[in-house]
């Protein structure tokens, strides 16, 4: 089964730790992303719209494959 991409709004991003959160469309809660998980860049913004999937790890859901 193919998984399927889930679009957010970056809510909090930490450049110097590497990590932040992404709040997808249609939810309020905030899904835990790395700076390892991302696809195509180093760093996100604020309010940057991205693309990601789900992987529930270490008792929480966190983002992989983030795209910009």
């Not at 309010?47 to 910009?68: C, I, K, M, Y």
């Amino acid at each position: 089964m193919t998984e399927q991409r889930r679009e957010g709004i970056v809510d909090w991003w930490d450049r110097e730790r590497g990590y932040g959160f992404i709040v997808p469309f249609g939810d309020t809660d905030q899904i835990y992303v790395e700076a390892s998980a991302l696809e195509g860049t180093h760093v996100l913004s604020c309010e940057q719209h991205v693309s990601f999937l789900l992987q529930f790890t270490e008792g929480r859901f966190q983002a992989r494959s983030v795209r910009p």
